[in-house]
C-alpha cells in the first residue's frame, strides 16, 4: 500500500559508473519530483514533471537524467557518477492545486535512496 | 525570489519541554506554508499546513499560525516527547509555479 515506492533503498557505486533510481507512485497524482539531500540534511529540488513532461529542471549537471514513461513513474539515471553525488535522493509526488489556485499542494515523499560513490 | 528561513539547530530539548521553531519566508503573493518531518532513516512526512493568512494548521499536538504581518509561520508544541526527535522543515508552495521551496531543516533531539 505504500504511496510513493523508490528502488532500490541503498546504492553504493564506484566512480564512473552510471546507475538508475526508479520511483512509482500509486496516488493517481500529476506531478512527480527529484529531490537531492546533503549531508546536512539540505534538501534540493533537482527536477519536476507533470504528466510526463518535464516542467522544472534546475541546475544538476546533465549526467543526471530524468525519465518519465508514465505519470506514475519518475526514474533517475546518473551517468559517470562523482564522489559528489553521495546524497540521499527522494522521490515526490503532488495532486493538482485546488481549483482555480496555482499552489502546489502536499508533497508525498518515499523513503529515500542513499547513494554512495566509492 | 521566494525563499524559506528557518531556525538553524541542533536543538535539544528535555521530555515535556516547549518547542519554538522559527520560520519566516519571502514570497511574491499568497503563498501556502508547510511544516515537514523526517524522522531518523525516512522520507518527509506532512505534518501540517497553512493555506491563507491567519490559518493555524495543527496536528499531534504541533501548531503553526500563518502570520501574513511578520511573514512568519513559526511550529510550536507545548510539551515535546522523546518520539519527536527528528528534522523539521518548513516550506512554501509559490503561487506561480509548480515548485516547493523548504528551509534548511532544523534538528531536533528530545532527551528523557
Known amino acids: ?118 | 525570489g521566494d525563499s524559506v528561513t528557518q531556525m538553524e539547530g541542533p536543538v535539544t530539548l528535555s521530555e515535556e519541554a516547549f518547542l519554538t521553531i522559527n520560520c519566516t519566508y519571502t514570497a511574491t503573493g499568497y503563498p501556502s506554508l508547510f511544516w515537514y518531518v523526517q524522522y531518523p532513516g525516512e522520507g518527509l512526512q506532512l505534518l501540517l499546513k497553512a493555506t491563507k493568512a491567519d490559518d493555524k494548521g495543527s496536528n499531534k499536538g504541533f501548531e503553526a499560525t500563518y502570520r501574513k504581518e511578520t511573514t512568519s509561520f513559526h511550529l510550536e508544541k507545548g510539551s515535546v516527547q522523546v518520539s519527536d526527535s527528528a528534522v523539521y522543515f518548513c516550506a512554501l508552495s509559490d503561487k506561480f509555479g509548480n515548485q516547493f521551496y523548504f528551509g534548511t531543516g532544523t534538528s531536533l533531539t528530545v532527551i528523557p
Open chain 1, 1 to 118: 500500500d505504500t504511496a510513493v515506492s523508490q528502488t532500490p533503498k541503498y546504492l553504493v557505486t564506484q566512480m564512473g559508473n552510471d546507475k538508475s533510481i526508479k520511483c512509482e507512485q500509486n496516488l493517481g497524482h500529476d506531478t512527480m519530483y527529484w529531490y537531492k539531500q546533503d549531508s546536512k540534511k539540505f534538501l534540493k529540488i533537482m527536477f519536476s514533471y507533470n504528466n510526463k513532461e518535464l516542467i522544472i529542471n534546475e541546475t544538476v549537471p546533465n549526467r543526471f537524467s530524468p525519465k518519465s514513461p508514465d505519470k506514475a513513474h519518475l526514474n533517475l539515471h546518473i551517468n559517470s557518477l562523482e564522489l559528489g553525488d553521495s546524497a540521499v535522493y527522494f522521490c515526490a509526488s503532488s495532486p493538482p492545486g485546488l481549483a482555480g489556485s496555482y499552489h502546489v499542494d502536499t508533497q508525498y515523499f518515499g523513503p529515500g535512496t542513499r547513494l554512495t560513490v566509492l
